[in-house]
C-alpha cells in the first residue's frame, strides 16, 4: 500500500465529531488552535512525503548495494569446504538476488509516485547491486572450486588418442 | 601430522577386506599336487588308505585313497635343476623320511598329518644324486659324496663317509637284514658296494665291475640293478654280485620290475623276465601290445597291467589266464563335453583281497585311480585329478555367449538395411514377444522348483526363504553355462599349461569345462628369457552372436621343432583346426585388424622371417587398420628396430642401437602394454587444478636389464618405432629376483635391495607436463615429436615381504583405479592400491593437499592383512597373476596360478556401481509400502478424527 493512499485529515474531524463541542475540551484547550496547527502541518507534509518516498525509493535501490559486504562477511564465515551449509548459503545467496532482478518492476511498483517519477536510475542501481551479490556468490563458487572452469574438469571427456602405429613387445622365441 | 595419515590409510584398507559371510562367494581355489613321479600306496591306522606321493614339482602330498583329496601337502624348495624324479622318499610305520633342497637336507614328516618331526643336515653341497633308506632304527642317506647314518630320534650322525668322487648313482638295498649301499662315482663304470652294519658303521666296500653304466637307463628293485643297452639287459645282483645277460629281439625302450619280476618293453613287445640264482634269467612271459599301451605291475602281486585308452587287461604270470576290462566311459557327468586326455604314462598298482587298485598317471598328468574287479570284469574309475594345472603358463578369459534376449536385441539392430518403419516395429514386437515368453518360462521354471523343493524339505517359513532364495542361484546354474550373465561377471577361463593342455573352466565354480590334449608331440616354445611359454590368443569374442568364438595356442613339435597352430571354440572346446607350420617360430602376434568373419590373425614369424597368417587376411582387409607392424629386436649385441610389411611380407630393421648393456649386463624383462588397454583419465589433476597429462606411448617398451658386476639394475624406455630412448633409470644395489609391470603411463618394479637388506617397490611416471606444454591429439604418433621430453617422476618403497608375481587390476574402461597385485612367497596376494604405490606422494602435506585426500610419502608400505584379496587360502609358489575385466567397472576378475589356482574378484574402489550384496531390498521395500499405507491410514483417521471434534 503506498503512502499516498491514506492521510489523516485533522482538519475534517473538527465538525462532526465530538470534540467539537468545546465544552469537553479539557480546560485550556482551543480547538481552533489546534486546527490552524493541524492545517499548517498538513501543508508542510505534502513537502515531507515527496522528500520521504524519494528516499524511500532509493532506500529500495540501494538495498542489495548495502547488504554486500555483510554477505562477505557471511560468506568468508562459511568458509572454503564444500558441504551442505556452505553450499545452502551460496545457494541462497545466489537466487535471492536472481529472483530479485526478475522482479525489478514489481519491486519498485509500490513507490510509484508522480515525485519519484519513472526510477529508471533507482532500478538500475538496485540491479547492479544485485548483479554484485551474484558476483559475489559466483566468487565464492569459484574459491570453493565448483566451477568447472580449469581444463581439469573437462579431463575425463578428453578422449583416449589412437594409435598411428601398430607395434609388438613381446618375447622372442629360440 | 602422521595420525590423521594413518587413519585415512587405514580407512582405505577398511574397504577391501570381505565379510566372513563372503567367504567362497566369489572365489575359489585349487590345491594341487603336480605330477606324480613316486606314488605309493599306504595305510594311516588300520581303517584310512592313503597314496603317498612325490612330484616332479617338489611337492610331497598324502592323498586320501577313496576320494582322491589332498591329506596334507607340503611344499618344498624348487631345485635348481629340473628334474622329472621328484622328492626321493621313504617311510616306515608312522614317519616319512624325504631329502630335500637339493640333497642338502633330509626331513622327518609325520605320516598322519604331514607335520615336520625333525630336520637332518647331510652336507654344504648340493646334489641331484640321492638315496634314502630306513631300517633297523636308522637312517641311511646318500647325496653326492656323503654317505651318512643318523639313528632315529637323533640329530647327530651316528657315522659318515665322504668319498672324493661325485656319485652318479646310488640306492641303498636290504636282503635278508642285510643292508647295502651301491653307488657308481662320476667317470667309472665300476659299482662300489658297501655293507653298512647294524650299528652303523661302514664296511670296506667292494667292487664290481659293469660293460658300461648310463644311469638313467637303470632300474632297480628288490635286490637287481637292471641297466639296458639297445637290445640287451643287464642284471646285478649287487648281494651276491653276480651279473646276468639277457638279449631281447627288439630294443628295449624301458625296463621296470617288483620282487622277482623284471619287465623289459619294446615297441611292440613286453618280456616278463625272472632271475633265480640257479637258472639265471628266464622269460617268464612274451605280451604283445600296441605302442600306445602302457605297462605297468602290480606290486604285491604277479600279474602285469596293461592299459590302453579304453581297456585295462590284467594278466597273470604264473597262470596262462589273463582278463581284460572296459574302462568306462571316462567323461562322466555329461557326454557332451569334450574331454581329451592322453594316454596313461606310469602306472602303479597293486592288489588288494577283492580287486586291483591301480593309479594312472598320463602324459598329461592327470591322476586316475582306478579298481578293477576281478569277477565283475569291469573298470571302476574312482576319482581323477587334472594335475597338469600345476604348470600353468597362459591364462585368458573368455565372455560367455550372449543370451537369448541379449540376442534378440542385438538381432533387431543387426538388420540396418531395412529402413520400412513397419518392419521395423514388427520386429521390434516379435522380439519383446520374444522376451515376454522367455521371461514367463523362466518364471514357471522357478515357480515349479520352489514349489517341487518346498514339498522336499518340509513346510517351515525358513525353508520357504530358503527354497525361494535357492532359485533365484538356480536359475543361474541351470540355465548352462553358455550364457551371460547380467554383469558378465562369469567367463570362461581358458588354461593353456606347458604340459600340453588346455582346460576350459567355468570362472563361477572352477569346474572343468572341457579339456584338449595337444598330443605327444607338444613341446612348449622356449623363449630368450629363460621362459616356458604357449601363447593364446583369443581371435574372435563371443560378441558376436551368430559365429562362434575362437581362440588359438601356439606350440612346437617335440621332434622337428617346428610350429603348430591349433584353434578351438573357446566354448566347448572344439578344435577347428590343427596347423603345423614349416618352420620354427621365433615371434607371434594378433595382428590388429579383422576379416570380414571378425577373426583377428595370428602372425607366425619363422626362424628365419618367414612370415604365415593364421587365418589369412586379404590387403582390402587389412586397409582398415594398418599395414605394418613394429617389433623390437632384443641381441646380446644390441637393439634393432624392425618393421613388418604385413602385406608384401617382408621384414626390414629400422633402427639399431644399444641400450649401453655391456656383456655383464642381462635384460631379465621386457614389458609392453597389452593391445588394447583402456586409459580412461588422460591427467593427472594437481592440487593447483591444474592438469598433468599422461604420457601414454602405446609403442613403449619398459626392458630391465641387471648387470651382475656392480649390481645395478636399469630400466630403460624405448619407443621401438623410432628407437628414441624416452627414459632410462638406473638402480644401485639391485638383485634378482625382479618384476615389472607396464601399464598406462607408469611402470611398476620390484627388486632385492642388496644395500638395505629388503624388497622395494619402484615406480616412474611420464608426463607430458601442464597445459603448456601438451597438444590435444587424435592419434599418438610416435614419429610426431613431443615439443618437450616427458617429465618423468619416480619414486621408491619399502617392502616387508618377498615378491614372487607382479600384475596390475584391469577394468573395461581403465576409469577405476589401479590396483598392484603382489604374490608373496608365503602365499598371500597382496593389493596395493595405486595410491599408495604413487610417484607424486607429497613429502610434506599442505592443507590444500589434505583436502584433496592425498596421501603424503611414506617410505613403508604397510602390509595389512586385510589387504590381502586371498584371505586364509594360501596360494604356494605363485608364478603369474591374470586380470581381466568383466561387465562392471568396479570389478575386475583375478586368477593367480603357480602351484594352487586361485580365482577371485577384485575390487579395486570398491563396489561404486553396484549396490552390496547385504543391501536387503525386501526389508526397504516392506519399509516403504509400510509408510505409504500407513500415511494414507492415518490421513483417513486424522480426516475422521477431525469430523467428530467439530461435531462434539
Known sequence: ?174 | MRLPLLVTITLVAAVTAIFEDQVGKFDWRKPLIGCPARVHFDKIGSKSDRLLISTEQSVLASLVLNTGNIGWRRIMETPEEESTSGLVFTKDKEYIYSISSDGRSARVWRKQDGVLVRQLTISEEKSSVQSIHVAHGKLHVASGKTLIVFRLGDEKPLETLVSKKQRIYSEFFEHDDTLLHVSVFAGETELEIVKINDNGSFESPKHSKLDSFNAEKCYHQAQYISCIQGSQIQIIDVFTQKVYKFSADFPIQSVIGAGKLILARGAQKVEVLEVTPENGVQVRKSLDLKPSEAVGITENHESVIITSPDAIRVVFVNSNTHFSAKRGDQTDQKSTKIMENSIPKTIFARKNEKDWEIVLVGDDCRVEFVTVDDTSKFVNLEWAREESLINTVSVEMVDLPLSESQQMIEDEFEEEGQQNIIAAFFRRIHSQFGQLCRHIQRSVEKIIYVVTSISRDGNGVSDFINSVRSAGQMSSAASGPFERDYFNLRKVIIVVTSSGTVFGIDSADGQYLWKLWLGETFSPLDSQLDHKRVPLFVQRTTAHYQLDGLASVVFSNKNTHNGIIVSFNPMIGKVESRNELGFPIKRLSLLPGHTHKHVFPVMLIGKNDQIKIFPSITPEELHGSTSSLHLLDLQKEGVQGLKVDISSQNIQPVWQGNLGLTPDDEIVAVKGKSFNQKVHSQGRVLVTREVQYKYVNPNLAAIASINKANQHLTITLVDIVTGQVVHSAAIGKAAKPIHLVHSENWIAYSYWSDKGRRTELGIIELYEGTEEQHTQKELFDSKVGQKLPPVVTQQSYIYAQGVDAMSVSETEQGLTTRSLLLAHPSGNIHEVSRRLLDANRPMELTQAMREEMMIGYMPEIAVATEEMINYNQTVHRVRGIKTSPSGLESTSLVLAYGTDLFFTRLVPSGTFDILKDDFDHVLISLVLTGLVVGSYVTKRLARSNALASQWS
Not at chain 1, 485533522?10 to 468545546?22: G, L, P, Q, V
Open chain 1, 1 to 174: 500500500m503506498s503512502l499516498s493512499a491514506w492521510k489523516l485529515d485533522y482538519s475534517y474531524s473538527a465538525k462532526n465529531c465530538r470534540t467539537s463541542d468545546s465544552n469537553f475540551n479539557p480546560p485550556g484547550f482551543y480547538s481552533s488552535a489546534a486546527t490552524v496547527q493541524h492545517s499548517a502541518e498538513a501543508e508542510r507534509s505534502a513537502d515531507q512525503h515527496e522528500h520521504l518516498a524519494r528516499k524511500r525509493a532509493w532506500d529500495t535501490a540501494m538495498g542489495p548495494v548495502k547488504s554486500l559486504p555483510m554477505n562477505m562477511f557471511m560468506m568468508y564465515m562459511a568458509g572454503g569446504g564444500v558441504s551442505i551449509f556452505p553450499i545452502m548459503m551460496v545457494g541462497m545467496m545466489l537466487f535471492r538476488p536472481l529472483k530479485a532482478l526478475f522482479s525489478v518492476n514489481s519491486t519498485f511498483k509500490p513507490l510509484e509516485s508522480p515525485a519519484t517519477g519513472a526510477m529508471i536510475i533507482h532500478k538500475i542501481i538496485f540491479c547492479l547491486g544485485n548483479l554484485g551479490a551474484i558476483g559475489l556468490a559466483i566468487y565464492k563458487v569459484h574459491t570453493m572450486g565448483l566451477l568447472p572452469n580449469t581444463p581439469s574438469d573437462w579431463l575425463e571427456f578428453i578422449p583416449q588418442p589412437g594409435r598411428a602405429q601398430y607395434s609388438i613387445i613381446d618375447e622372442v622365441f629360440i
